[in-house]
């Protein structure tokens, strides 16, 4: 195994096209930055010497045909090898239709990325000696072809890894997936805001994660800088490249001849582009202004279930909550609030179990 390299994540970056972008004043994202955004990185991530690039999903706005080829063909023009996986903005049905790709078209228009078979949407690909890389394919359909809200791993997939995973022992095994796999906000798996972005069948995956000594997992489709820790496992999950803070991550793992290794997380942000001078001010007030409504249903909803007229009054405290969370790192004071929902919004605030701030989410060196 090599004794040091370095990568670079880039997650969600929803590739459109300026004639593709969506008109709708709702959304959170900032898909018109998606271009210009992603070239300012690539030309940051030039002079660095990167061994490879991984994007763990939502590589395009909405699974545009024609999205996806700008996007395969800039990856192509990269002096360093890209891996993907593909995320529920990639294939938003299992067929395709005259706009979007489906299923099967994936592997086959991504083989130079990852897909050796292009018939098999996960594959293990040898990234450096002795460093493999899984990517695994969360997107699944019901049986109308329709998208399934939550993330799974079919059993024909579950069955390749728990082939492989056995055969890569003595090597170091990175994981990369769209969905999350461990929980990255408090409760994630119980709340239905955030459960739609698990892994419905994680505990099957990370048993056998567990058994195999693997301790690398890259996600995205959260749209959060978080790192997780769960026994001696990693998952390192990314914010989207084009909603607030448009991060994106340099890593570095080093041996040096110690016993143990270690992964130096790094993260840095897209400060300003062409007529967006200011963006990050920009953008954190963009999310801001509109999360009045998400703030409502997550004060209604369980566990909290607040009458609609309490809610109305804490939601305003709560508008640059979510801009918070999103950037990594949060601390949150809410002694104003009622005891419940100050209970409940401070256990979002990054903490070790002695209640001392635990910063790691966007900077962090992880021993493996």
Known sequence: MNANFRFAVI?????????????NPKRFHLVELSIPAF?????QLLPLNLNFLLLPGDLT?????????WLIQRLGELPFP????????????????AETIGLAD???????????????PYYLQEVLPGVQLIGLNSIAFDHRGQQLEMGYLDATQLSWLAEILPQLQDQLVMVMVHHNVLEHLPGQTRNPLGRRYMTKNAPQLLKLLYNTGVQLI????????????HQNLYEITTGSLVSYPHPYRVIEFCRDGQAQPSLKVTSNRVKSLPGW????????QWMSDRSFPFMMKLLTSPPLNLPTQQAKILAPDLKDFWPTIAAGDPLFDFSHFPPAPRRYF???????????????????????
């Open 11 to 23: 997650s969600d970056p929803h590739i459109a096209l300026a004639h593709t972008v969506w008109d």
């Open 39 to 43: 070239e300012q990185i690539l030309e």
């Open 61 to 69: 706005q909405h699974g545009e045909f024609e999205n996806h080829a």
């Open 82 to 97: 890209a891996y993907v996986v593909p995320g529920n903005h990639d294939i938003i049905a299992r067929d395709p239709s």
């Open 106 to 120: 994936f592997p086959r228009l991504y083989e130079p990325f990852g897909y050796r078979d292009p018939n098999q």
């Open 218 to 229: 890259f996600t995205g489709h959260l749209h959060v800088q978080n790192i997780a820790q």
């Open 277 to 284: 001078p200011t963006l990050q001010t920009t953008s954190r």
């Open 346 to 368: 401070e256990r979002f605030s990054a903490l070790n179990p002695d209640g001392q701030p635990q910063l790691i989410d966007n900077f962090a060196t992880l021993k493996l």
